[in-house]
């Protein structure tokens, strides 16, 4: 079955650091792959998107992520964190049949 | 533009009782589904629906039922609201294979 981990269930960062959240899928296939990022008390908005083609994506927000096929990851990363990204993030996959599952989501907490 | 608009945003329900959470795109997509949030559960998809027509299970269909009379709507019925059904609800659509759109939720409370 098709399933979508997020290791780090919470993280948190000073202001101006790095960012890396984690994303590893089960699929048979090579997926669509989705990162979303929700902000409390809101739905989700998409950050970016992997379908084909050069596995580093850029984003909004100044994010990006790398879609690694030997090791089923796909890991998001922000150079240097703005206290405005303090939410929660959500990897996603869309398998066969456009049904997108969804990882348990990273809540980043930001440090000024 | 409106988007995906979800009604209502706050509900409690007693336990037993029915009800259709309501969900309206304007975007002309043909895929729409339904997620439930729970804490540290992540969405998980409910019902989704492809076009006018055509309806599938998610990963926790049990309990909930979906029509799709038209492109526009796709309504989410409970038919005895559980305790258990206690959650968030978000309604997407999306054109194919790319960003879904996300309402604003329905936060449902089951007593």
């Known amino acids: 079955a098709q399933s979508v981990t997020q290791p780090d269930i919470h993280i948190t960062v000073s202001e101006g650091a790095s960012l890396e959240l984690r994303c590893n899928y089960s699929?048979?296939?090579?997926?669509?792959l989705f990162w979303y990022v929700q902000s409390p008390g809101q739905g989700l908005q998409l950050l970016l998107k992997?379908?084909?083609?050069?596995?580093l994506v850029q984003g909004i927000k100044g994010f990006e992520a790398e879609f690694k096929r030997s090791q089923s990851s796909f890991n998001l990363r922000k150079p240097s964190v703005h206290w405005s990204d303090a939410a929660e993030y959500f990897c996603?996959?869309?398998?066969?049949?456009?049904?997108?599952?969804f990882g348990p989501g990273t809540s980043l907490s930001v440090i000024p | 533009n409106a988007g995906v608009t979800q009604t209502p945003k706050f509900q409690v329900l007693k336990t037993g009782q029915s009800m259709t959470l309501q969900c309206a795109q304007d975007?002309?997509?043909?895929?729409m589904s339904w997620y439930r949030q729970d804490p540290g559960m992540g969405l998980r998809l409910i019902h989704y629906?492809?076009?006018?027509?055509?309806?599938d299970q998610g990963e926790v269909p049990n309990g909930y039922n979906v029509s799709r009379s038209t492109t526009e709507d796709f309504p989410l019925r409970l038919l005895s609201a559980a305790p258990s059904q206690t959650s968030v609800y978000f309604c997407?659509?999306?054109?194919?294979?790319?960003?879904?759109?996300f309402g604003q939720g329905t936060r449902l409370t089951v007593v």
């Open positions: 997407a659509s999306s054109p194919t294979s790319s960003e879904a759109f």
């Open positions: 699929y048979g296939a090579t997926p669509y």
């Open positions: 992997y379908f084909s083609g050069d596995t």
């Open positions: 996603a996959v869309e398998t066969s049949y456009d049904k997108v599952i």
């Open positions: 975007m002309n997509h043909e895929y």
């Open positions: 629906s492809v076009g006018a027509g055509i309806t």
